[in-house]
C-alpha cells in the first residue's frame, strides 16, 4: 500500500514563500538546515517555543527560511540579540545559525562573552573558511596557505581552533562535525536542543563555488572528499589538539557537562534579594 | 577644457576606478573588511598589493571598527592611509569617525553609498553617509565613475593640506556608480604621483619643549588624542570648525590645479550647476542622480521649459555662500534627498539648502523630494514631473506640500 501525501512531511519547518534559497549548487549550508530540521523533528520539538537568530552571511538565510519565529541581525549581531531573547524570555529555545565570520571576526566578542557566562543559548557555526557573500576573502578560520581573494599567495594568518576557543571560554557542550557526517551531526544538534548551558557546534561545511575552487577543490565533491580522507572521530579528546588541516580533520564531541546557567544563577540571586529585602 | 597630459581611457566600475586611483596614489597603509557594494574596491587593491604594484602595507582587519582604528593609527604615525567601507561598515564606524576627525588624522574613504538595516537592504542610497554628517569629516559625492577616479586622487590633497588636515569621504551611489563599467580617463602615474606628492606635516610644540612634524615619532615623543576635559576639549572643537572653513578654499584649489593636469572640472569643485544662469525653476540633488537630472534639462529646454540643476558635490563643508548665490535668483527649487531625517521635516540636503537660502533677500520656493531609498529607481519621467510640479509652484506661488515622495506607493 502506498499512501499519498499531499505535503512534503517537513515542509512546516520551512518557509516556502522564501523559496527558492540564494545558496549556491554544491553548498554545505543546505545539509546543516536539513540536519537541524531532523532534530527539531525527531525531538518533536514545540516550534512555538524556538527561536532561530541568524547574522549577515550565506548561511545567516537560515533565520528567514526556518518557520519559526526568527530574526536576522546586523552582521556579528547574533549572539548578542539571542542573549536578549533567552533573558527575556528564558523559557524559549534560542538558537543562533551563524557564519564563521559573522561569529568570530566582527561578533568574536559576543562569542566568548556568551561562553563565560554560560547563557542557556545554542550555537551552529557554519564554518565554510572564508566570507561567502562577499566574495570569499579570508577570515579567522581560513586555514594556513589557503587561496582566497584576499590571500592570493596564500593565508599567513593562524586560523582559530573554534571548539578549543569555545571550550576555553566555558561553553558546557561542544562538537565539531563536517557535512559529511550527516547522522552524528543531527544526533549532535539532539543534544544541543537538549543541554541547558551554552552549547556550541562547529560544522566544517564545503564551500565549492567560493572557497574550494580556488583551492584545487572544484566541486562539492572534491571537498567531501577531503572530509571524508581527512575526518578522524576522536570523542573527547583534548580540544586544543583538535586540528583542521589538509590531512587531518579532528570531529567528534569534545565536550558534554553541567554547570549553572546564567539565567539559573540570576533568577537565583533575584530571589535572595527579594527574600532579603522580605518581598 | 584641454588636458595638459595624454591619457589612457579604461573601462572601469565606481569602485575600480577608486581602486586604480588609490593605487596611483602612494598610499601606505589600506586596512579594510569586506561589504557590498564596497567589496570590489579592496579586492581589485588586494591584487595591486599581491602583483607588487604598490607599496602598501594592506591589513585585513575583522571588522571596520577596527578596519578604521588602524588607518588612524597609521595616519597618526605619518602614514598616507586609506579605507572604504558601506551602510553598517560605516555606522559601526562611528565612535572611530570622531576620533579621526578630533585627531585631525586625514585619512581618506570611500563609501559606495547604500541603504542602512532594518530591513536588511544591501542597495543604492546615501542614509550611510547622511548621518555622518557631523562626524567631521569633509564629504565629497561623486557623479560619474571618472569623477569618483577624480575625486579620489583629489582627496588625499585636501585631506592633507596643513590648512584642513581632516577625513575625507568619497561617496560614489552604491551599484549605479559602485558596479556600472564606464569608460574613465586615467592620468599616468608619474603625474598623480607628483600631484598627490608626499605628507606634509605642520609643526607641533612637544610636552619637551621641542618642536617637531605632528606626527608619531619616536624620536620626538608625544601623545596624540589625550584627555582634555573641559579647560580645552571645546578649543579643539572650534579648531576643527575653522579647518572646515578652510576646506571649503582648499578643495576649491585643489580641483583647479587638478582640472589643469587633467582638463576635468566639476562646477569650482564645491558646487556644479547645471543651466542654471537663466532658470526659473530648478532641482538640487547630490550623486548620480544629477546625470538623469541633466538629460531631463536637456529636453525641457528644447521644449523652452527653463530648467536648472545645482549638484552639490561637496556636502561637508556645506559651501552656504555659494547655493545661496546659485539659487537665490530662481523662482522654485526642489531639493532631492536619497536619506531620512525622521521628524525632521524633510531630508538633510533639503535642510541645509533652506538654510542657506534663509539670508537671502528673495526666498525662491522650496519643496523636498525623498527618492530612490534601499535602491529604488528614478526615472527620467519621475524627474519630469518634478520640475512639472515646480512649474505649478510657481504658478500658485506656494508650495501646498513642503515633503514628497518619489515613486512611493502609499
Ligand atoms: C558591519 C558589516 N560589515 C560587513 C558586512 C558585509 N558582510 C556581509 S556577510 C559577510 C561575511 C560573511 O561571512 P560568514 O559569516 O562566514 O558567512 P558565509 O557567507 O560564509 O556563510 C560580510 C563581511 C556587513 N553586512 N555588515
Ligand atoms: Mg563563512
Redesign the pocket.
Known amino acids: 500500500m502506498t499512501e499519498v501525501v499531499e505535503q512534503h512531511p517537513f515542509a512546516k519547518y520551512l518557509r516556502e514563500a522564501m523559496m527558492p534559497h540564494i545558496w549556491c549548487t554544491g553548498c554545505g549550508?543546505g545539509i546543516i538546515l536539513n540536519a537541524f530540521v531532523h532534530a527539531l523533528d525527531e525531538l518533536q520539538i514545540d516550534l512555538d517555543k524556538l527561536v532561530v537568530v541568524s547574522?549577515?552571511?550565506?548561511?545567516?538565510r537560515t533565520a528567514g527560511y526556518t518557520n519559526v519565529d526568527s530574526f536576522h541581525t546586523?552582521?556579528?549581531r547574533p549572539i548578542a540579540f539571542a542573549t536578549g531573547v533567552k533573558l527575556a524570555n528564558p523559557e524559549l529555545e534560542v538558537v543562533v545559525i551563524?557564519?564563521?565570520?559573522?561569529?568570530f571576526?566582527?561578533g568574536g566578542n559576543h562569542f566568548i562573552h556568551a561562553a563565560r557566562r554560560n547563557i542557556g543559548i545554542k550555537v551552529i557555526c557554519?564554518n565554510?573558511f572564508?566570507?561567502?557573500?562577499?566574495g570569499g576573502?579570508f577570515?579567522p578560520t581560513t586555514p594556513l596557505k589557503a587561496s582566497t581573494p584576499t590571500t592570493p599567495y596564500g593565508n599567513i594568518e593562524h586560523p582559530f581552533n573554534l571548539v578549543h576557543l569555545a571550550a576555553a571560554s566555558g561553553a558546557t557542550y561542544v562538537a565539531r562535525w563536517t557535512t559529511l557526517h550527516v547522522r552524528m551531526l543531527t544526533a549532535s544538534i539532539k543534544k544541543l536542543l537538549q543541554r541547558k548551558g551554552f552549547s556550541f557546534i562547529e560544522v566544517v561545511s564545503q564551500?565549492p563555488e567560493i572557497f574550494g575552487r580556488r583551492n584545487k577543490m572544484r566541486t562539492a565533491l572534491e571537498m567531501m572528499e577531503w572530509f571524508k580522507k581527512a575526518a578522524v572521530i576522536a570523542n573527547f579528546s583534548d580540544p586544543a589538539k583538535a586540528e583542521i588541516t589538509p590531512e587531518k580533520i579532528v570531529v567528534g564531541e569534545f565536550l558534554d557537562l553541567e554547570k549553572p546557567t546564567f539565567e539559573e544563577l540570576l533568577r537565583e540571586k533575584m530571589n535572595e534579594i527579594s527574600k532579603e529585602n522580605g518581598e | 577644457m584641454k588636458s595638459a597630459v595624454e591619457q589612457k581611457i579604461l573601462a572601469l566600475n565606481g569602485d575600480e576606478a577608486v581602486a586604480y586611483a588609490v593605487k596611483q596614489s602612494d598610499v601606505d597603509v589600506v586596512a579594510a573588511?569586506?561589504?557590498?557594494p564596497q567589496t570590489i574596491i579592496v579586492e581589485r587593491f588586494s591584487e595591486y598589493v599581491a602583483n607588487g604594484e604598490v607599496e602598501t602595507a594592506f591589513v585585513c582587519t575583522e571588522?571596520?571598527h577596527s578596519a578604521l582604528t588602524a588607518c588612524l593609527a597609521a595616519s597618526l604615525a605619518g602614514a598616507r592611509t586609506f579605507t572604504a567601507?558601506a551602510?553598517?561598515?560605516l555606522?559601526?564606524m562611528h565612535e572611530i569617525l570622531f576620533v579621526t576627525s578630533g585627531c585631525r588624522a586625514p585619512v581618506v574613504m570611500a563609501i559606495a553609498n547604500r541603504a542602512l538595516s532594518a530591513p536588511i537592504n544591501i542597495h543604492g542610497d546615501q542614509s550611510d553617509t547622511m548621518a555622518q554628517r557631523d562626524s567631521g569629516w569633509i564629504q565629497i559625492y561623486a557623479e560619474n565613475a571618472q569623477e569618483v577616479y577624480d575625486s579620489i586622487i583629489q582627496a588625499f590633497r585636501i585631506a592633507e593640506h596643513p590648512d584642513v588636515l581632516l577625513p575625507t569621504i568619497v561617496g560614489l551611489d552604491g551599484f549605479t556608480l559602485s558596479h556600472s563599467v564606464e569608460n574613465v580617463n586615467a592620468l599616468p602615474d608619474e603625474e598623480v604621483k607628483k600631484f598627490v606628492g608626499t605628507r606634509r606635516f605642520p609643526n607641533a610644540l612637544t610636552h619637551e619643549g621641542k618642536t617637531a612634524p605632528l606626527k608619531l615619532d619616536p624620536d620626538y615623543p608625544m601623545t596624540l588624542g589625550p584627555l582634555a576635559f573641559p579647560n580645552y576639549y571645546f578649543e579643539f572643537k572650534r579648531q576643527q570648525e575653522e579647518a572646515m572653513k578652510n576646506a571649503l578654499s582648499v578643495i576649491k584649489q585643489v580641483h583647479d590645479e587638478y582640472a589643469r593636469i587633467s582638463g576635468r572640472r566639476y562646477g569650482d569643485g564645491l558646487l556644479e550647476p547645471y543651466k542654471l544662469e537663466d532658470a526659473e525653476i530648478a532641482i538640487v540633488c547630490v550623486g548620480s542622480t544629477a546625470g538623469t537630472v541633466k538629460t531631463v534639462i536637456d529636453d525641457l529646454r528644447t521644449e523652452g521649459v527653463k530648467a536648472g540643476l545645482l549638484r552639490i558635490r561637496t556636502f561637508r563643508p556645506l559651501p552656504v555662500q555659494g547655493i545661496r548665490e546659485a539659487l537665490e535668483h530662481v523662482k522654485a527649487v526642489a531639493v532631492m534627498d536619497r536619506s531620512m531625517s525622521f521628524g525632521g521635516q524633510g531630508g538633510a540636503v533639503f535642510h541645509e539648502v533652506r538654510h542657506a537660502l534663509y539670508d537671502s533677500s528673495k526666498h525662491p520656493l522650496t519643496v523636498n523630494y525623498i527618492y530612490g531609498l534601499g535602491g529604488r529607481d528614478t526615472s527620467p519621467s519621475q524627474i519630469r514631473e518634478i520640475y512639472t510640479d515646480l512649474q505649478e509652484i510657481v504658478k500658485k506661488n506656494r508650495v501646498e506640500e513642503p515633503v514628497k515622495y518619489v515613486g512611493l506607493r502609499e
Do not use: F, K, R, V
Request: charged letters at 10%; aromatic letters at 4%; hydrophobic letters at 30%.
Open positions: 549550508n547574522g549577515i552571511g550565506c548561511i545567516g546586523t552582521h556579528g551563524s557564519g564563521d565570520g559573522d561569529l571576526a566582527i557554519a565554510n572564508n566570507y561567502g557573500m562577499t576573502q577570515g564551500c | 573588511y569586506p561589504i557590498t571588522s571596520e567601507s551602510s553598517a561598515g555606522a559601526l
